[in-house]
Each structure stands twice: as structure tokens, then as C-alpha cells.
């Protein structure tokens, strides 16, 4: 099983600025199938990037995904209210499928 | 537009089985590479993938769940179960279905149907 670790587990930052989220994993992920969710309690996640670096319908491009092989950024420039959230990172190349423990981007 | 929703009890007790249902709309099993899958958030934790079902009725299960765990799917009903049987408060938790695309990710999710595990 694929572990994926995502850092920091807490990143307080305000709007305006840049947020940086790494997601590491312990062997290399197929394909580089990884996607970034945004998750807000209470409601449905949403898929920001797929395949590594593949913005999904309706991302803005200030949201963007890099890396390769067993790490991984999601960088989320010019923070706006809405993007104070969780966010997960999730590899569906190997089986099982595995989620990171999630990053809490906090004003 | 793709919809997806979460159905089932609210509050189980420990040992009894649990059968969640996921209604969608918006796509169908009849096209090529379409899954279904589940995904469960304990309180105060990360995702945990559960399991998920494709079109060609192929189905992965989480190891952590494979013993305890089935997902089916109604293609006239538009809908996918899922049952976990022997529950204990370790599955108390948000579960949410989601659709699956071709490559793998889950661009659409529920809301999620939370579960509480208790006697």
C-alpha cells in the first residue's frame, strides 16, 4: 500500500498570499495518477487536480499542481476566502487507492 | 450534470450491518469506464478509500475491509450499495460516494451520509 504524507499538517497563511502543500509518497505513484480535493466540513470535496498536474473543469488557473513520481505540490496562488479548507492529496495509480492525512489551510 | 447522494440509517449498533445507498444521476454504468466508488471521513480524520465498482462490474475492496465489505451496483436504479457487516465504532464515520473517471480520480462527489456506530 502506497502511503502518502502530506505537510504541513497545518499551514496558516492570509488572503492574498501563496500556499505550498507537498504530498509525499512511499513508492512511486503509477502514472503519476495523484489528485488534489479541496474539502470544507459539511459539504461535498471537490477535485482540483488530476493526474499530477491537470487542472480539473472550473479550476482557476492561480490553483496549479507539479511534481512527479513520489512528490508532489499544490500551489494555490493569491489566497481567497474559499480556499480556507482542508486538502487532500490521493493517488489512484496502485491498488489499494490511498488518500494523504490531509493539510488544513487555516487564516 | 452529474449529481451523486448518500442514503442510509443514521445510527447503527456495534455487530449489525450497514447498507448505504448512492443514487447518481448525470452518467450510466453502460458507458466504458464509469466506477463508482466509496469513501469514508471519521470524525476528526483523513479520507479513507473504501471500495469502489466499475462498469464491467469489476470491484476493489480496501484491505483494511475486504473481509467485512461488499459494493454492488443497480444499473436501472441508477444506484451502487455498499454493505459493511460486523460494524464496531471504528466505522463511524461521513461516507461519501463519488464517481470515478476514466483515469481514476473522483470528480464528483456527495455530500456524504454520516454513520454513527453506537449502542
Known amino acids: 500500500e502506497i502511503v502518502l504524507t502530506q505537510s504541513p499538517d497545518t499551514l496558516s497563511l492570509s488572503p492574498g498570499e501563496r500556499a505550498t502543500l507537498s504530498c509525499r509518497a512511499s513508492?512511486?505513484?503509477?502514472?503519476?495518477?495523484l489528485a488534489w480535493y479541496r474539502h470544507k466540513p459539511g459539504q461535498a470535496p471537490r477535485l482540483l487536480i488530476s493526474?499530477?498536474?491537470s487542472r480539473a473543469t472550473g479550476i482557476p488557473d492561480r490553483i496549479s499542481g507539479s511534481g512527479s513520481g513520489t512528490d508532489f505540490i499544490l500551489t494555490i496562488n493569491r489566497l481567497e476566502p474559499e480556499d480556507f479548507a482542508f486538502y487532500y492529496c490521493?493517488?489512484?495509480?496502485?491498488?489499494?487507492?490511498?488518500f494523504g492525512q490531509g493539510t488544513n489551510l487555516e487564516i | 450534470q452529474i449529481t451523486l447522494k448518500e442514503s442510509g440509517p443514521t445510527l447503527v449498533r456495534p455487530t449489525q450491518t450497514l447498507t448505504l445507498t448512492c443514487t447518481f444521476s448525470?452518467?450510466?454504468?453502460?458507458?466504458?469506464?464509469?466506477?463508482v466508488g466509496w469513501i469514508r471521513q471519521p470524525p476528526g480524520k483523513a479520507l479513507e478509500w473504501v471500495a469502489v465498482?466499475?462498469?464491467?462490474?469489476?470491484?476493489r475492496y480496501s484491505p483494511s475491509l475486504i473481509s467485512r465489505a461488499t459494493i454492488n451496483k443497480d444499473t436501472s436504479k441508477n444506484q451502487v450499495v455498499l454493505i459493511l457487516t460486523n460494524l464496531d465504532l471504528g466505522d463511524t464515520a461521513t461516507y461519501h460516494c463519488?464517481?470515478?473517471?476514466?483515469?481514476?480520480?473522483?470528480?464528483?462527489w456527495g455530500q456524504g451520509a454520516m454513520v454513527t456506530v453506537s449502542s
Open positions: 448525470g452518467f450510466s454504468f453502460t458507458t466504458g469506464g464509469v466506477g
Open positions: 513508492q512511486s505513484v503509477a502514472n503519476d495518477y
Open positions: 490521493h493517488q489512484y495509480g496502485d491498488s489499494p487507492k490511498t
Open positions: 463519488g464517481h470515478r473517471t476514466i483515469s481514476g480520480a473522483f470528480d464528483f
Open positions: 465498482i466499475y462498469w464491467n462490474d469489476d470491484r
Open positions: 493526474g499530477a498536474s
